[in-house]
């Protein structure tokens, strides 16, 4: 089966610029996670969606981060105004659903560098 | 909350040697523990799991017990190779439907 597609693989932004980020979840999966992954740190959930609504987005930074899954395939995770912070790896992974026990399926990360 | 700690890196080794890369967790309840390899360049994979006390999660000859007692899901290997070279991450997640809470990584450098 095909894997979870990201991209771009890599993205060089000045500050205060706008980012967007796209991500094809394995077919069938219904539920999809954005993790922003800062260098020398584990992953860190930003939002988790369950087919097209939200179930967890507590950790977004909702004054400059955005993210849709219309239809509830294809996501979209957007960064307006980008800050030097936010410099990471953008990981997008999905699951068959959003069980304890469910395994997560990661793409290769959308690598941003805020200049 | 949760958290995960982990042994820092890096972890340098020869080939065929034992490894062991410590991680202990801090949760409520009965959380699901888990292994996920990250190698250059891609995302993470997940490695090996154990979902109860006392279970024993295995892949690729890597092992792992879920220690309920030492709050603890060290990661082991009898022999590793050179295609191991990566970071290890260690994960917890709570019981129902809380988020997956990760380490800091500890990165594996084995030479021939």
């Known amino acids: 089966e095909a894997g979870v597609a990201q991209s771009p693989r890599y993205k060089i932004i000045e500050k205060r610029q706008s980012v967007a980020f796209w991500c094809n979840p394995i077919?069938?999966?219904?539920?999809l996670y954005w993790y922003q992954q800062i260098l020398g740190q584990g992953p860190k959930l930003l939002i988790q969606?369950?087919?097209?609504?939200?179930?967890?987005d507590s950790q977004l930074p909702k004054d400059r981060f955005s993210a849709e899954r219309l239809k509830g395939v294809d996501s979209t995770l957007k960064i307006q105004p980008a800050k030097l912070e936010d410099s990471a790896v953008y990981l997008c992974?999905?699951?068959?659903?959003?069980?304890?026990?469910?395994?997560?399926?990661f793409g290769d990360g959308t690598r941003l560098s805020i200049l | 909350g949760n958290s995960v700690t982990q042994m820092e890196g890096p972890v340098t080794l020869s080939e065929e040697a034992f490894l062991t890369i410590n991680c202990t967790y801090t949760?409520?309840?009965?959380?699901?523990l888990f292994w996920y390899v990250q190698y250059p360049g891609e995302g993470l994979q997940l490695l090996l799991k154990?979902?109860?006390?006392?279970d024993k999660g295995s892949n690729k000859g890597f092992e792992a017990t879920y220690r309920k007692e030492t709050t603890s899901f060290h990661l082991e290997k009898g022999s590793v190779q050179v295609s191991d070279s990566a970071v290890y991450f260690c994960?917890?997640?709570?019981?129902?439907?809380?988020?997956?809470?990760f380490g800091t990584g500890t990165r594996l450098l084995v030479s021939p």
């Open positions: 077919s069938g999966h219904a539920t």
């Open positions: 154990a979902t109860k006390a006392d």
């Open positions: 969606f369950q087919n097209n609504g939200v179930v967890d």
């Open positions: 949760a409520t309840g009965y959380p699901s």
């Open positions: 994960a917890l997640r709570g019981t129902g439907f809380q988020k997956l809470v």
């Open positions: 992974a999905s699951s068959f659903e959003q069980g304890p026990n469910q395994p997560q399926h």
